[in-house]
């Protein structure tokens, strides 16, 4: 598994997305849409860091 590997052909479902945005939107603005629209490690990063800024 990889950052580029996509969450739901990995197994992911809309279940264990929720479970990720919890833990995510602990530190971070994330939320389930993301996760949709934002399948890989990668993307999810990249969409997360320019609010880091």
Same mark, same amino acid.
């Given at each position: ?6 969450? #739901? %052909? ?8 929720? *479970?990720?945005?919890?833990? @995510?939107? $602990?530190? #971070? %603005? ?8 934002? *399948?890989?490690?990668?993307? @999810?990063? $990249? ?7």
């Amino acid at each position: 598994m990889g950052v580029d590997d996509n969450f #739901f %052909e990995l197994g992911g479902n809309s279940l264990k997305a929720v *479970q990720v945005v919890s833990c @995510l939107s $602990q530190t #971070f %603005e994330v939320d389930i849409h993301d996760v949709f629209q934002f *399948q890989t490690i990668a993307a @999810l990063a $990249q969409k997360i860091s320019p609010k880091m800024t």
